[in-house]
């Protein structure tokens, strides 16, 4: 038997506080299977969906998340781009080199060189990845998907492509450029829509949007322009953070010129 | 085609000019435009300020209110808009005039302060609950990156801390937000008011113990605010005093906006809000006593603030209203001050310490006077604003003939005594050699300068602000205007 006496082997404050927080969401599990299951007969998102033939858009979630709850969506565009900025400040290569930073990773040369499988099955998917992401985002107002899944796949796409092609380093210039002009573009369109005397509110759909062409790739009025403002900046941002943590990655690999540098 | 002023642009101008933050680093504009925006937001408020005063101002965006999101400017959170404008200014006039370390004049710790602005100022506005949630989001990421903005390893432990904390209190606000919208069929705030009370009552328990929970934490009260200090001491001061200053400040705020609009009688958790007021003044000024570290006492004592006007607001009568707004707008000013001060200090003499202190008032002649300035204003002693706030707080509680939070506030005030007076003493002290650090420029306490003014104003002549305090109260206070308001916005 060990020395150590029975209540330092057993930790009392561990026990009880996993008892408690046991304890508690029984509780809580009893409330909602009583209470919370039965659901509501009539809520918002059902008189949305009977009024979805307003904006003209043949995806009904879309006509939500860019036009009904399209401050939302802005909001969630923010705060990715809060995240972006953060990982580029956490990070990427500006921030200055904190002691102990640069201490890690025992492999040594970084990443190891991609296989030819690697390269080649890249090679051939880049375009077709491309290609997918542009249709999702184009389509986002007539089938399922949009600016937020079209953005993560062409972000992928580049993300494949700096696996294989260690050489490749995205511009951050360039992608911030993106990232602020979509971005810009958002809350434009939005203040147009505020201006404008036809709507009258932020982010009001003031091109035409006749019912009658609901379906079509040009309808819906403002909303595929924002989806795709929306693809660009989820795109540019996502592809930022990759680019971020592989420069990161490859910073801290490789301590000694990191230090010299800085 | 004209540009309506409408509260949006409370949210859209932040949101745009960090947006294009890359144009605005190019044309060496950033110092300029992070003290123009809230400048021009103060403007703004003040202009709508007439407007307001006649009936809540409701803006929908795109759909009407049950259905869609909407903005409400009343006279209460007109005057948080406004503080959030002011002292963002104020904070930015700090950085650009005092010439701060080169990271919190960059272009991304640009973005974060304009996006905290835009997320504080949509926490307020929004009368959506899910809205709230995604403002909730956008000032919490910001604030996380701000306190990590030195990537020293303080720095990065302050960031990491709120991240994961900040995070844990974002989900069981969400958990909320769900509840309420499997049981009302309804996210606007308008449209769940009306049908709260409808819900079996053990639900309505629930939803209201996440909530407070999740906006407990957010809001530094009581059992939920053991992480502050860290973060505060971690952070540059002039981030901590924004921390302080105005996010605590909207989150409050939005915890007393959605008491007072869902609850039909919120006499219902009246005790409970006051108990837990209680808890944090007491137990942040007691442990505020042993603090060593100046930005480590200061955030307790921020605490013991954030308790005082959780008290007097949790108690809802509009006197104690009055006061408790009067008081979160003086302790905004007042940390501002200390807090600002704090980072001259820091970077004078690279420690706050207690110990490295003494006798800093032969060096830094006006920052230690200006301390005492603060001191004294968070003491409440006349003629300083704290004074005035304080006094309407306990003149509300002895109308109503309640006395233990007379009693209490007054305990508090004397342990503040204790402490704030043993910093003074240290700043005074004799000492024979005092290291040089770096000399600040004299524009370096234009803003604090401003600050102590401001103060002092305040503390002499109340009655210029004493109408938009007792109308923001009143509008708190008034459920059925409100809902009205919302209920029937114009689509």
């Known amino acids: ?262 | 085609m004209a540009l309506p002023l409408t509260p949006i642009w409370f949210v859209a101008l932040p949101l745009l000019v960090a947006f294009s933050s890359p144009l605005w680093a190019r044309l060496r504009l950033l110092m300029p435009l992070l003290l123009g925006v809230p400048l021009t937001l103060l403007v703004l408020a003040i202009a709508l300020h007439p407007l307001v005063r006649t009936a809540p101002l409701v803006e929908t965006i795109v759909i009407a209110p049950p259905l869609g999101i909407h903005l409400q400017l009343d006279s209460a959170s007109l005057l948080l808009i406004a503080l959030i404008g002011l002292a963002s200014a104020l904070v930015a006039a700090f950085l650009w005039l005092g010439d701060t370390e080169a990271h919190l004049r960059g272009r991304r710790a640009f973005v974060l302060m304009l996006l905290l602005i835009a997320g504080c100022n949509g926490l307020v506005l929004t009368g959506d609950l899910f809205n709230l949630y995604v403002f909730l989001e956008i000032a919490g990421v910001s604030a996380y990156a701000l306190s990590a903005l030195r990537q020293d390893a303080p720095a990065l432990e302050a960031g990491l801390k709120y991240l994961i904390i900040g995070s844990v209190a974002a989900v069981f606000f969400l958990f909320a937000v769900v509840l309420i919208y499997l049981q009302t069929g309804s996210l606007s705030l308008g449209a769940v008011a009306s049908s709260f009370g409808e819900i079996p009552g053990p639900m309505q328990i629930l939803i209201g113990l996440l909530m407070l929970v999740g906006l407990g934490i957010k809001a530094e009260l009581f059992p939920f605010n053991f992480w502050v200090p860290d973060i505060y001491q971690g952070s540059h001061p002039a981030v901590a005093s924004l921390f302080s200053g105005i996010l605590v400040k909207a989150f409050l705020f939005v915890l007393f906006h959605l008491v007072f609009v869902l609850l039909a009688d919120p006499e219902v958790i009246r005790t409970w809000l006051m108990g837990l007021g209680a808890a944090t003044m007491l137990v942040a000024e007691t442990v505020a006593l042993r603090q060593q570290d100046l930005r480590r006492m200061l955030a307790y004592s921020s605490l013991g603030q954030v308790g005082l006007v959780t008290l007097a607001l949790g108690f809802g009568s509009e006197a104690t209203l009055a006061g408790g707004l009067f008081h979160l707008v003086n302790h905004t000013l007042v940390k501002l001050l200390l807090f600002l001060l704090a980072a001259l200090m820091l970077r004078h003499l690279l420690s706050v310490r207690l110990a490295d202190l003494a006798g800093l008032g032969r060096v830094m002649p006006l920052a230690a006077g200006l301390f005492v300035l603060g001191a004294l204003a968070v003491l409440g002693l006349p003629p300083l604003s704290g004074f005035v706030s304080k006094l309407w707080i306990l003149k509300g509680f002895a109308e109503a003939q309640v006395l233990w939070p007379i009693a209490l506030i007054l305990l508090a005030a004397l342990i503040e005594a204790a402490y704030y007076f043993r910093w003074i003493k240290t700043l005074y002290e004799p000492r024979a050699q005092m290291q040089e650090g770096r000399p600040l420029g004299h524009w370096v306490y234009a803003p604090v300068v401003l600050l102590a003014g401001l103060l002092i104003l305040l503390g002499v002549a109340p009655f210029l602000v004493q109408d938009l305090f007792i109308e923001g109260a009143q509008s708190l206070l008034a459920r059925d205007v409100n809902l009205e308001a919302m209920l029937g916005a114009r689509p």
């Open chain 1, 1 to 262: 038997m060990s020395q150590t006496p029975l209540r330092k082997r057993v930790r009392v404050q561990t026990l009880l506080l996993f008892l408690l927080c046991g304890w508690l969401l029984a509780l809580q599990l009893t409330i909602l299977f009583e209470h919370g299951l039965a659901g509501q007969s009539a809520s918002v998102g059902d008189a949305l969906l009977a009024r979805n033939t307003e904006t003209g858009s043949a995806n009904a979630v879309t006509s939500v998340v860019v036009s009904y709850r399209g401050f939302d969506t802005l909001g969630e565009v923010t705060v990715l781009f809060l995240a972006a900025t953060a990982i580029g400040l956490l990070f990427g290569g500006s921030g200055p080199a904190a002691p102990g930073r640069a201490v890690s990773e025992s492999s040594g040369t970084g990443r190891s060189a991609p296989n030819e499988m690697m390269v080649t099955g890249v090679r051939l998917l880049f375009p077709a990845l491309i290609l997918l992401g542009v249709y999702v985002v184009v389509h986002g107002h007539l089938s399922p998907g949009g600016g937020f899944q079209g953005g993560v796949i062409i972000a992928t796409a580049f993300f494949l492509r700096m696996l294989a092609e260690p050489g490749l380093v995205l511009s951050h210039t360039r992608i911030g450029l993106l990232e602020s002009v979509s971005g810009s573009g958002f809350v434009l369109i939005g203040l147009l829509g505020l201006s404008l005397v036809g709507t009258a509110t932020f982010l009001g759909n003031f091109l035409p949007h006749p019912v009658a062409s609901m379906g079509q790739l040009l309808s819906a009025g403002v909303i595929p322009i924002i989806y795709v403002l929306v693809g660009i900046k989820v795109g540019a941002e996502v592809g930022a953070i990759f680019g971020d943590m592989l420069e990161g990655h490859d910073a801290r690999s490789v301590p000694i010129q990191k230090n010299e540098g800085e």
